[in-house]
């Protein structure tokens, strides 16, 4: 099997990561494949020298990029001046003024990364990151345990950039996501259990074969990916925040990285500092951060998931209490919404917009529409 034969931890002048930092106690580590503080277990994110990102990155440089979330290359924890760019990213933000107008909304966005490439889904912006990374690591196999997009997304750009890919799965996926996988011909690990019990398989399995798991060894730089969305926003806003920003929370990594993404932009003077409420959407058969949310819990309660949105199905979020955190001071809001509210938002959002998502784009417009039931306003 291959293995890591290569550390890279010397860095090429353009990068502006300084190398890994624990969330909880603030240890500081080499940028290498690793995601937990060996002090307190907590998890460890990218850190940046963002003087120099101050001083180097302008609207006009940004601009002046590839129409792809390389365009932020100095934002992400890479060395490499050819990043794995599969034209991820920049996807459309679409004013849905005839959603809007249905739920009693002043002004709405869609961010539709149901177009997002290769594999029209969030998870190609984290791949995307997470494989060039792991390709700068030394890896030549990657992995990951998904519910379903995340193998999709790994096994088609592994497939691109030449790496070899094994995922790891639900056995009881729906057969279309699959079949997603199976066509970049990866090696596919049908594993029974629900995602988390596969998570936690692959936890074990990933110290001892020398792979790069996007999700697990490679969690700091996979989940730096997420920012992109959040910087697209503020970007195709004109430079500007939004007001409320309202994302489907997994394992919550998406929503805390929005976040990161535009103080970052506020830190470096992209943009003005503006309060922005972050809301979160989840299934109502797998909402433990809206359950810990609704009764002013700081902790989360796993649960075992059971709903038709398999995407987003995570019983177990690792950045829960991240979330918890981020839409309580900000004055957001987390709510959850049963399957068949879920299959209504799928078709308010193709009837109205013309956009056809899987179930988590249907979990948000549910969301959405619940509170505009209640006079337009999350509490
Ligand atoms: C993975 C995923 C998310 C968010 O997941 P997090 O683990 O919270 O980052 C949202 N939408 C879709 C479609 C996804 O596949």
Redesign the pocket.
């Known amino acids: 099997m291959t293995q890591a034969t290569e550390t890279h931890t010397s860095r090429s002048t353009a990068a502006t990561f300084t190398g890994l930092k624990c969330k909880e106690c603030g240890s500081e580590y080499e940028a290498k494949a690793i995601h937990v503080c060996e002090n307190c277990f907590g998890p460890l994110e990218v850190a940046y020298d963002y003087a120099q990102i101050r001083r180097t990155v302008t609207r006009e440089s940004i601009q002046a990029g590839p129409n792809s979330i390389w365009r932020y290359r100095s934002f992400l924890p890479v060395d490499s001046e050819s990043p794995i760019d599969v034209g991820t990213g920049m996807t459309p933000l679409l004013q849905a003024n005839r959603l809007a107008r249905r739920l009693g909304i002043k002004r709405l966005f869609i961010k539709n ?2 177009v997002n490439m290769p594999t029209l ?3 190609d912006r ?1 791949v995307s990151v997470a494989l060039t990374r792991a390709r700068e690591l030394g890896f030549s196999t990657v992995s990951c345990a998904s ?4 193998a999709n997304s790994t096994a088609a750009i592994a497939a691109h950039a030449g790496l070899d890919c094994c995922v790891f799965i639900p056995s009881d996926l729906e057969a279309g996501k699959v079949l997603g996988t199976l066509i970049y011909s990866p090696t596919v690990m049908a594993v029974h259990g629900n995602y988390d019990q596969v998570n936690r398989l692959c936890s074990e399995v990933a110290n001892t074969h020398g792979w790069g798991f996007v ?1 697990i060894n490679l969690r700091p730089y996979y ?1 730096e990916g ?1 920012k992109t969305l959040g910087y697209e926003v503020a970007e195709q806003l004109g430079w500007q925040l939004p007001d409320h920003i309202v ?11 929005i976040y990161k993404g535009f103080q970052e932009f506020v830190k470096v003077g992209l943009v003005d500092e503006k309060p922005v409420r972050f809301s979160g959407a989840q299934a109502e058969g797998c909402s433990p951060i809206a359950k810990a949310f609704e009764e002013g819990r700081d902790f989360i309660q796993p649960v075992k998931p059971n709903t038709i949105a398999k ?2 199905a ?1 019983g177990n ?3 829960g209490v991240y ?1 918890l955190d981020i839409a309580r001071k900000t004055n957001g809001n987390i709510e959850s919404v049963n399957d068949q509210e879920i299959i209504e938002g799928i078709k308010l959002l193709a009837e109205t917009e013309g956009i056809f ?5 249907g979990t ?1 417009i549910a969301v959405l529409k619940s509170w505009s039931k209640r006079a337009n306003q999350p509490r």
């Open positions: 990364d149901a889904s969030f998870k984290v519910t379903g997009n995340l999700n989940s997420s994302a489907p929370l997994a394992s919550g990594s998406l929503f805390t990285k995407s987003i995570i979020p690792a950045d979330a998502t899987e179930t988590a784009g948000t």
